[in-house]
């Protein structure tokens, strides 16, 4: 369960404006308890006038005063002994610590526990503790007239902790409480390594505090690329945020050159970060890694305008899912209405795809649907900006430095039609060809690495060889427990050989590698030699490519402008870097077993002087 947790917060926030209200609201405490061994298994829930009367009028008074201790102090008294010794801890961090913990102490591995937040309104946990575990069969829920359900169950035979948990509807919650004391106001700010201080509206804060985006402080950015790279520990999580903020600096120096009346700038502006924003919700454990065990996207049950229901899933139908069939949709909905923006919106621009009824994002007569998208995902979007800065920075590499500020300094709007397009001043050319080659030269020195590359093989093959020991689930309110925790934990409980290796870091090492411009190689004539000297391997090609628009289907949405003249150019017709680097690279590795790297490099000069 994620949520907002008082004086715990993950992000280095400052400031945020708001007075405390007079009459705070306290909607319902739940406590599950074991007493004792062999004794009842029991739920205590309260209303809130229920609550006064055991607790009093102290505990309603705490809230309004953001006094965590003394909130602390009357749940206790109202739980009595049976809460002695219970554990605390923070939904962000230790959510997978404590349960794992749990597991382990009872043997179980299928446990697990399901929260069901409401679904339409916002809410938040105050406070929980572990209290015990409940027993085969136990079920307990508290609902309210917000049709608001947390639901105990373990349907599989083991037992699972027990929870207690304070809610709070967040819109009566005062903002000081939300985002700490002391606030000197104006909006949110979050530190940043990379783009300093980055200021966030409050309809992003109730974005980011949903647990479906705090479900990504769980997902590192690079999959094992920590492996080859130890600072590599970056998460999915602080991206959505830079992204976030870069898209918001392109868009405001592409508005700066447009007459947009300022509601429809606002509107515009909020509709492409809070996109940017949730672009990445759908990512799996290890990020792509796991995509190869992604269930049927007919699964999702998605609209159809979002995508085909034949083949597999992938990350961006998770996104859309969530954004959609989620409480993270009921937020949205509520907190958007007035600007005429809504969760399938949101989707629309992540997914390119457009929804029936089509998308109200037009002035003077021009769809600004295209600029918008190309900002959101295209040749020179904010995804890649930002993950390009913050991978270099995180991994210690160079390659993936670019001039932002040069190239958002020549970002114009371009109208073709009744169309409005990105376009690039023709002086910002070769910043974008720097760009693409940061890309292209991040892609060979980091993302396909070759310790990370044999890491992710080794992973496909524990998905082969123990189909459904980890899966990813369809259901929304399952997804939330699908991270990089779950599955390690999943990885260190299971025999799977390869999952003992992926846990012990004992990877298979890399015999050789070469390029399709490199000569006298051939991989199947390797794996014959390995395989004559009885050398357990296995072989991986990888592709990069310096963009995804080489196959002469489309081309990216992205022009240069001769602002004299104001002639467009398509960008691929412009820069000769896509004639250059035309077609992908093909990079053939070979792995060995760590204690056969010997006879493995017998076998391979041995085959190198028989060719010879």
């Not at 508290?142 to 035979?157: D, F, I, M």
């Not at 796991?290 to 992938?314: C, F, K, Y």
Request: charged fraction near 25%; hydrophobic fraction near 40%.
């Amino acid at each position: 369960m994620h949520g907002c947790h008082l004086g715990q917060r993950g992000d280095h926030r400052e400031g945020r404006g708001g007075n405390p209200a007079g009459d705070q609201q306290l909607l319902g405490l739940v406590l599950v308890e074991r007493e004792s061994e062999g004794q009842r298994t029991g739920a205590s829930v309260g209303n809130p006038q229920d609550l006064e009367q055991r607790a009093g009028r102290h505990l309603a008074a705490a809230v309004t005063g953001n006094r965590l201790a003394e909130i602390d102090h009357h749940v206790r008294r109202v739980a009595g002994q049976r809460l002695k010794g219970g554990e605390r801890f923070s939904p962000h961090r230790q959510r997978h610590r404590d349960l794992l913990a749990v597991r382990q102490g009872t043997g179980q591995r299928c446990c697990d526990v399901k929260h069901v937040l409401p679904r339409r309104s916002s809410w938040v946990v105050l406070q929980r503790v572990v209290v015990g575990v409940v027993k085969e069969g136990d079920e307990h829920a508290w609902e309210s007239g917000e049709n608001a359900t947390t639901v105990y169950r373990q349907p599989r035979g083991a037992l699972h902790v027990a929870l207690r948990l304070l809610l709070v509807r967040e819109s009566l919650l005062p903002s000081r409480i939300l985002f700490g004391v002391g606030s000197s106001g104006g909006p949110m700010r979050i530190r940043d390594p990379i783009h300093g201080t980055l200021p966030v509206s409050d309809d992003e804060a109730a974005v980011v505090d949903n647990p479906y985006y705090q479900r990504l402080r769980h997902v590192r950015q690079l999959g094992f690329g920590d492996l080859a790279f130890p600072g590599a520990t970056h998460t999915r999580h602080a991206h959505g945020l830079g992204a976030m903020h870069v898209v918001g600096r392109l868009f405001d120096g592409i508005s700066a050159r447009a007459e947009l009346p300022e509601a429809t700038r606002a509107r515009f502006r909020s509709a492409v970060r809070l996109a940017t924003l949730c672009h990445d919700l759908g990512h799996m454990p290890l990020s792509h890694a796991s995509e190869r065990i992604a269930p049927e996207r007919a699964r999702l049950q998605l609209p159809a305008w979002v995508a085909e229901p034949s083949g597999q899933a992938t990350h961006e139908d998770f996104t859309a899912q969530l954004l959609l069939k989620s409480s993270l949709a009921d937020l949205l909905r509520t907190r958007l209405k007035s600007s005429g923006l809504g969760p399938e919106a949101l989707a629309a621009l992540v997914s390119g795809r457009t929804p029936p009824g089509g998308l109200d994002f037009s002035h003077g007569g021009a769809d600004w649907t295209p600029l918008l998208r190309s900002l959101v995902s295209g040749e020179l979007d904010a995804d890649r900006m930002d993950y390009l800065l913050r991978d270099s920075f995180y991994t210690g590499v160079n390659y993936g430095r670019f001039d932002l500020d040069w190239l958002i300094q020549n970002l114009h709007p371009a109208r073709l039609g009744d169309r409005m397009e990105l376009a690039l001043s023709r002086s910002a050319a070769f910043a974008f060809e720097d760009f693409l080659l940061s890309r292209y030269h991040m892609f060979l020195s980091v993302y396909l690495h070759h310790t990370a590359v044999a890491f992710d093989w080794m992973l496909a093959a524990f998905y082969r060889e123990s189909r459904g020991e980890f899966e990813i689930p369809t259901d929304p309110v399952d997804f939330l427990y699908c991270d990089d925790v779950a599955l390690m934990h999943t990885l260190r409980q299971s025999s799977n050989r390869w999952a003992k290796r992926i846990v012990s870091r004992a990877g298979f090492k890399l015999l050789a590698q070469f390029t399709e411009r490199d000569e006298g190689y051939d991989l199947g004539a390797l794996a014959q030699a390995l395989d004559r000297a009885s050398v357990e391997h296995f072989e991986v090609e990888s592709e990069s490519a310096l963009s995804k628009y080489f196959d002469g289907t489309a081309g990216p949405s992205l022009y240069i402008l001769d602002e004299s003249s104001g002639r467009l150019t398509p960008v691929a017709r412009y820069t000769p870097l896509y004639q250059r680097y035309a077609g992908a690279v093909r990079l053939s590795r070979a792995y060995v077993r760590p204690d056969q790297l010997l006879a493995a490099r017998a076998a391979l000069a041995e085959e190198a002087k028989e060719e010879g």
